[in-house]
Antibody, heavy 126, light 107 residues
């Protein structure tokens, strides 16, 4: 059974960089059928996709965050990571990592998040 | 960005009721539409992908339909464990975006 687990600091100071790692067990991130993604959810609010990465390093990012986001993989550790720079209180959220499944819809590729980590709350505060 | 609008934002229903949630995209997204269920303090769970395909392990009382801009999630007979918030999400182009959610509460 595939499992994902987020780890990283729960408190980050304004203007600093948020860093999270997602450890994947029960399957390899070096698989052609999947991207690996980050999604966040501010307290009491909806979901926002941050970005996704393929094992070869190819990435998709949400343009609203692209300037501040880095996503990378460590295939030797079966992990992928998120860095979000210059954080403000607006970046306070539960951050989820998820498997981004590449499917085929109407003859073209489509994506869905089929396995999720439990989420980790990151608070931006001094 | 493609905007996803769900209606209603919340609803009250009883066990056994048929429930329908609507998701409308700001432009055509073909059938690139997923539905998730989220319970308090938990991660979302994929229910439906590609508008109408049931994710493995999801009960058959859940179904999805639609294409283009208008989509529906139907729960044919509400079970106690179905009280949760439901989100739609498109993957037509980046950025993937989610609807604002529909909270299904106990009447």
């Amino acid at each position: 059974q595939l499992q994902l687990q987020e780890s990283g600091p729960g408190l980050v100071k304004p203007s600093e960089t948020l860093s999270l790692t997602c450890t994947v067990s029960g399957g390899s991130i070096s698989t052609s059928s999947y991207y690996w993604g980050w999604i966040r959810q501010p307290p009491g609010k909806g979901l926002e996709w941050i970005g996704s990465i393929y094992y070869d390093g190819s990435t998709y990012f949400n343009p609203s965050l692209k300037r501040r986001v880095t996503i990378s993989t460590d295939t030797s550790e079966n992990q992928f990571s998120l860095k979000l720079s210059s954080v403000t209180a607006a970046d306070t959220a539960v951050y989820y990592c998820a498997r981004d499944l590449i499917g085929y819809c109407s003859g073209s590729t489509c994506h869905s998040f089929d396995y999720w980590g439990q989420g980790t709350l990151v608070t931006v505060s001094s | 960005d493609i905007q996803m609008t769900q209606s209603p934002s919340s609803l009250s229903a009883s066990v056994g009721d048929r429930v329908t949630i609507t998701c409308r995209a700001s432009q055509s997204i073909n059938r690139y539409l997923n539905w998730y269920q989220q319970k308090p303090g938990k991660a979302p769970k994929l229910l439906i992908y590609a508008a109408s395909s049931l994710q493995s392990g999801v009960p058959s009382r859940f179904s999805g339909s639609g294409s283009g801009t208008d989509f529906t999630l139907t729960i044919s007979s509400l079970h106690p464990e179905d009280f949760a918030t439901y989100y739609c999400q498109h993957s037509y182009n980046t950025p993937w975006t989610f609807g604002q959610g529909t909270k299904v509460e106990i009447k």
